[in-house]
């Protein structure tokens, strides 16, 4: 009877993994689908969802406040109050779009300094921009930098 009941189980798995790949895989093939008659969006008319998907997924934090007045990496001196970043890879003087991916919120931020948190793409934000963002009572979260073009 224990062989009988393991084998019924075994094959309600299989079933549902059968389901889910099913379902799934028809799930990609009709979000590349654009229904017949539906305009096509051009670049200029993409939907905030969609600028939400671009760039690299980073993990942001903020400045401490004991940084307000010290030099940055590029020579510029750290103020709390200004839309500015540090990034491991970035140049001075870059203009990123930072979007919280928890609450769709953005920020463009100017990088001016660096710091190095091993192979996890991260950047260290003022506490302007994490107010902006939504995140100061957190601490940190999950964002999307996009490279603004100027």
């Given at each position: 009877m224990?062989m009988?009941k393991?084998?019924?189980?075994?094959?309600?798995l299989n079933?549902?993994?059968?389901f889910?790949l099913?379902?799934?895989?028809s799930?990609?093939?009709?979000?590349?689908?654009?229904?017949?008659?539906?305009?096509?969006?051009?670049?200029?008319?993409?939907s905030?969802?969609?600028?939400v998907?671009?760039?690299k997924?980073?993990?942001?934090t903020?400045?401490?406040?004991?940084?307000?007045?010290?030099?940055?990496?590029?020579g510029e001196r750290?103020?709390?109050?200004?839309?500015?970043?540090?990034?491991?890879?970035?140049?001075?003087?870059?203009r990123v779009e930072?979007?919280?991916?928890?609450?769709?919120?953005?920020?463009?931020?100017?990088?001016?300094?660096?710091?190095?948190?091993?192979?996890?793409?991260?950047?260290?934000l003022?506490?302007?921009?994490a107010?902006?963002?939504?995140?100061?009572?957190?601490?940190?979260?999950?964002?999307?930098i996009?490279?603004?073009?100027e």
């Amino acid at each position: 009877m224990g062989m009988e009941k393991l084998k019924h189980r075994w094959m309600i798995l299989n079933m549902v993994c059968v389901f889910v790949l099913v379902f799934a895989l028809s799930g990609l093939h009709a979000a590349e689908t654009i229904p017949e008659g539906a305009p096509a969006l051009k670049k200029e008319e993409a939907s905030p969802a969609d600028a939400v998907q671009k760039g690299k997924v980073a993990k942001a934090t903020y400045y401490a406040d004991r940084y307000n007045g010290r030099k940055t990496s590029s020579g510029e001196r750290y103020d709390s109050q200004k839309l500015t970043a540090a990034h491991a890879t970035l140049p001075f003087g870059t203009r990123v779009e930072v979007v919280n991916v928890a609450n769709g919120r953005s920020v463009i931020v100017k990088i001016n300094d660096r710091f190095r948190r091993g192979k996890v793409e991260a950047i260290d934000l003022s506490r302007a921009a994490a107010q902006e963002l939504g995140f100061v009572r957190q601490g940190k979260t999950t964002v999307r930098i996009i490279p603004v073009a100027e």
